[in-house]
């Protein structure tokens, strides 16, 4: 096993340990934003298809990363003006304390 | 450079935990949103400097991201927000389908025989990634009512199943030991795609927030595989905290439906509801109660406090608008108006709120299922709107009932209980509410919107 793989597998058991403990926290009253919103997060793998797409020079790869850029795009930027709109309208128009503090 | 490549993906990663902890509460929700998208804008800035554009690949990235961008945010802006749930399942197939893909263009480039630990995340991603991709293809059209939202089964689905799952370990283990040629892994994908419908379709329409949570799980593991073939951090975080939310909300969904995740997903394979199915034959005979809108009108005019138990015939009728604009005139009159929201309310966890948000409800009157059931008692009135199972109390006192076992809402408790609905038809589990047949229930029969908006010209004119 490499330096590297090792470092990403650290990488990626701190992240879930991190993932849990912060989704723990989200309300039930916003699940659907964050899970819209996380949608949107893993639309990273934009990264990994502007790879393939920027070096293509096969048909095969023309064709691969031009599928996979057009519907990772249409994934974040929906992904993020979605979460944004439902998110917009939780705004409470009270100043009251939210659902979730109530409940402690 | 590439230190500073490095740390830019270091901080999208930051970025993207910081928005998610910023979504614990709805105030800071919004900002939390624009941090992740932040996160986003910083990683791919970083991504710029590592790609050497082709000719043909400066133009398809062009086109690509263009059409992208403009694709998504006309479908966000415009999607109704009933349909945020298909929405979701369409936006996760894709970033499923994406991470196959490229996990099939990264295993092009490494040659019949690639290093086991380089070609082990890309199968991982092409058989999660398509498993996710055509998973939420068909739970789209079953939410977007393409397809039938009943199970789906045929004889030996099972067989199928375990079939698909041993040629997928096959061909995996073809890919990795013998020959990573484009056969080996494009089979592959071709399987995990076939699996993929096969393990959504006799999986029903009322347990789509289950699926739609664990196949968001899928896709966010088949990014973060992605990101150990590509050696970036910023996938693996990214994609890991995306996995780890879908699990979760995956267990809160099926916890809040008393059941085992096994049993949401393999439950029409077996026989655990023909039970519940035929007994609710025979209390078709026991007769209910129902009134006309005006004494209805009357009872909640007259009540003190009162409490709205929203489901899925809510979500389907569109009637949170009306059901806001009762709960308004209630309040005009001194009211108290509170909305009891069980986790699996709505089509996705947590789509009740949205759509009550949507409808201008403030989030303060949005009362979750430990928050409200002691206040049950205290209520006047329980106005149930389009659900059903959610308040059967079959879940707490019938041992050999499907749903006992289920949290339910404790609407029986108060002190009368309207039931509206469309007809006497069982709800999703197949079985009788006995609070129909309740002595302090009223039946109210109709479509939940035309009922409710009948409800507010009664309230108006007690």
């Known amino acids: 096993m490499n330096n590297e793989l090792l470092n990403e597998l650290t990488f990626f058991v701190l992240a879930v340990f991190v993932g849990f403990e912060v989704i723990s926290k989200v309300p039930t009253i916003l699940h659907t934003p964050l899970m819209s919103g996380t949608n949107a997060i893993h639309g990273i793998i934009l990264v990994g298809a502007l790879l393939i797409a920027a070096g293509a020079n096969s048909p095969v790869t023309i064709a691969l990363g031009l599928v996979a850029v057009t519907l990772v795009t249409t994934n974040v930027v929906g992904g993020f003006v979605v979460t944004d709109r439902m998110l917009e309208m939780f705004k409470g128009r009270q100043p009251a304390k939210p659902a979730e503090a109530a409940k402690k | ?462």
Do not use: W
């Open chain 2, 1 to 462: 450079m590439s230190i500073l490549i490095s740390l830019a993906y270091l901080l999208a990663a930051v970025l993207f935990i910081l928005g998610l902890k910023q979504l614990s509460s709805p105030k800071g929700a919004r900002n939390g949103n624009f941090t992740a998208a932040l996160g986003m804008l910083i990683a791919l800035g970083a991504t710029l400097p590592l790609l050497h554009f082709t000719r043909a690949g400066i133009t398809i990235t062009a086109i690509g991201v263009l059409i992208g961008a403009v694709v998504g945010t006309f479908g966000a802006r415009l999607v109704r927000m009933t349909a945020i749930p298909q929405m979701v399942a369409l936006f996760n197939g894709v970033g499923g389908g994406a991470a196959a893909l490229v996990a099939v263009a990264e295993l092009l480039k490494f040659g019949v025989h690639p290093a086991f630990s380089e070609a082990l995340p890309s199968v991982f991603s092409i058989v999660i990634g398509s498993v996710s991709f055509a998973g939420s293809m068909v739970a789209f059209s079953k939410l977007q009512e393409l397809m039938t939202g009943t199970p789906i089964t045929y004889p030996g689905q099972q067989v199928v199943n375990a079939v698909l799952a041993a040629l997928i370990v096959g061909f995996a283990i073809a890919v990795l030991a013998i020959a990573c040629v484009p056969f080996s892994f494009v089979s592959l994908m071709v399987l995990a795609l076939i699996l993929g419908v096969a393990f959504v379709l006799p999986i029903g329409g009322a347990d789509m927030p289950v699926v739609i949570s664990l196949l968001n799980a899928f896709t966010g593991l088949a990014v973060a595989a992605s990101g150990f073939t590509l050696n970036n951090f910023a996938l693996i975080v990214a994609g890991t905290l995306v996995g780890a939310s879908g699990s979760l909300l995956t267990k809160l969904m099926s916890d809040a439906m008393g059941r085992s995740l096994g049993n949401v997903l393999f439950g029409a394979f077996g026989q655990v509801r023909t039970g519940g199915a035929a007994a609710a034959s025979d209390g078709q005979s026991r007769s209910v109660r129902s009134a006309s809108a005006e004494d209805l009108g009357t009872l909640l005019a007259y009540s003190q406090r009162v409490i709205i138990v929203p489901g899925y015939g809510l979500a389907v009728a569109q009637a949170q608008h009306a059901a806001r604009e009762l709960a308004d005139v209630l309040e005009q009159r001194g009211v108290d108006v509170e909305y009891a929201i069980h986790p699996v309310a709505g089509r996705m966890p947590g789509h009740m709120n949205v759509l009550l948000a949507e409808a201008n409800v403030p989030y303060e009157q949005l009362k979750e299922m430990d928050q409200v059931n002691d206040d049950f008692k205290n209520a006047d009135v329980a106005l149930i709107v389009g659900a059903n199972d959610v308040v059967n109390p079959a879940a707490r006192s019938t041992p050999g009932s499907p749903i006992y076992g289920m949290p339910i809402l404790n609407a029986d408790q108060a002190k009368n209980v309207i039931f509206m609905k469309r007809s006497m038809r069982p709800g999703f589990a197949g079985i009788d509410n006995d609070l129909m047949f309740g002595p302090k229930t009223v039946m109210f029969f109709g479509d939940a919107k035309d009922s409710l908006t009948k409800l507010v010209a009664a309230v108006k004119a007690a």
